[in-house]
């Protein structure tokens, strides 16, 4: 796992986060897929640009370790 990620039973509920914040990597993705900036995720949630490399790096090894394939949404 990346050393910036963590999953811990007492920090939000067991849900993947940036080290040292209460940030989920959820957040980050849901932030970027709406179109934040890093700039604007850097300030807004006080992550560095490795922070949020680190949240898509997971996301992507994430979704990888469960052999998942995208499908569109149909809505």
């Keep these: ?3 910036r990620i963590v999953i811990g ?3 939000c509920q067991g849900k993947p986060v ?3 914040t209460r940030t989920p990597v959820a957040v980050v993705i849901g932030g970027l897929a709406g ?3 890093f ?3 850097q300030r807004q949630y ?3 640009g490795e922070d949020i490399r680190a949240a898509l790096a997971f996301a992507a090894r994430s ?3 469960k052999n998942g394939v995208a ?3 149909p809505g």
């Design 18 to 20: 940036i080290r040292g």
């Design 63 to 65: 979704i990888e370790d």
């Design 35 to 37: 179109g934040m900036s």
């Design 71 to 73: 499908v569109a949404d």
């Design 9 to 11: 039973p007492k920090i």
């Design 46 to 48: 006080d992550l560095a």
């Design 1 to 3: 796992m990346n050393d």
């Design 39 to 41: 700039e604007e995720l």
